[in-house]
């Protein structure tokens, strides 16, 4: 069974015109809340421990490139993804301060649709990183330590759940 029994998306389709839904295999991507934002890096840390535990065994001797490689994408996605985080955050005061604007002032339009399109790219690039995280995921689930598998099934999940 590979990655796909655990729900985990392979593709990322975003684009469009505002307004638009932007979809992920049928998903329509919505706004993250709290700690679902932190659910991508868990997912990617999850990733590196399993494969930091797989390299130098003997075992598993043969893939170990593979691994290793699998291991410095989740790290990268990790580091990525908490910066998401935090840009996620930083997005969200322009756009509650747009909503604070009279309804009746000219540039209220103008100022929601900017702070609009600039708190999406977080988000967005949040499930991006996700939908990245599966191909390190499928090498760890098929040449990692099979103790591990336990881990790279939840980092699947963790993941598939941080795009919903």
């Known amino acids: 069974m590979g990655l796909a029994g655990y729900g985990h998306q392979r593709r990322l389709q975003v ?3 505002a307004g638009e839904g ?3 295999e049928g998903h329509c ?3 993250l809340h ?7 890096a868990l997912a990617a840390a999850l990733g590196s421990m399993a494969g930091n535990y797989t390299v130098g065994k003997k075992a598993y001797a043969e893939h170990e490139p593979e691994v290793k490689a699998a291991v410095e994408a989740c790290e990268g996605l990790r580091v990525r993804l908490l910066a998401l985080v935090d840009a996620d955050a930083q997005a969200f005061e322009p756009l509650s301060r747009a909503y604070a604007l009279p309804k009746d002032d000219p540039g209220t339009k103008a100022a ?3 702070a609009t399109r600039n708190a999406v790219l977080a988000p967005m690039g949040i499930v991006q990183c996700c ?3 599966a191909a390190p995921l499928e090498t760890l689930h098929a040449f990692g330590s099979r103790l591990m598998q336990s881990d ?3 980092a699947a999940y963790a993941s598939a759940a941080a795009m919903e």
């Open 15 to 17: 684009g469009g015109e």
């Open 22 to 24: 932007h979809c992920l």
């Open 29 to 31: 991507l919505k706004p």
């Open 34 to 40: 709290g700690e679902d934002r932190h659910l991508g």
């Open 112 to 114: 929601l649709e900017s």
């Open 131 to 133: 939908a990245e995280l």
């Open 152 to 154: 790279v099934g939840c």
